[in-house]
């Protein structure tokens, strides 16, 4: 095999390397909206958010909740995540170790949505309906979002 064939040869093994990285990076991002809204549905979507519960922990100990329904508040605590972009992390699940808030979001038909996040902003998602693989990843958000609504709310 000449030099020339294996430089070729090389190149292409590297190009193929370097576009599944590009690839997995790619898939390795997503936004709460593909996630939870287009999952279950908004007041524009195929189906209404029914409640949403708001409570908060520390150290696994419950402090307190409050439930939400009427639609206002509802779109609110929506708008509070609507434009938040994900990246799926590999961290270990820091998120149960100190103060963390979870937010369970209950379509009027569908699976119920839990989402667990802490200050740090680091967010776990799941559903109660084993519908998609993409539920149980640790995700970071990028940009942060603002706890002040949320944090109101338990007020």
């Not at 294996?6 to 190009?15: F, K």
């Not at 995540?81 to 979001?105: A, G, H, M």
């Amino acid at each position: 095999m000449s030099k020339r064939s294996q430089m070729i040869i090389l190149s292409i093994v590297a190009l193929l390397i370097l576009s599944g990285l590009i690839i997995s990076e790619v898939n390795s991002r997503t936004s709460f909206k593909e996630l939870v809204i287009d999952q279950i549905g908004d007041s524009h979507g195929s189906q209404e958010i029914f409640s949403i519960s708001i409570s908060e922990w520390d150290d696994n100990s419950f402090k307190k909740s409050t439930e939400i329904t009427d639609l206002e508040t509802i779109n609110k605590v929506m708008n509070v995540f609507e434009d938040l972009k994900l990246k799926r992390t590999n961290s270990e699940n820091p998120i149960f170790q100190d103060e963390y808030y979870r937010v369970t979001i209950q379509p009027d038909n569908g699976p119920t949505l839990s989402v667990v996040f802490a200050d740090d902003k680091i967010m776990n998602i799941s559903s109660s309906f084993n519908s998609k693989k993409k539920h149980y990843w640790t995700y970071e958000a990028v940009g942060g979002f603002d706890l002040s609504t949320i944090q109101e709310l338990l007020k």
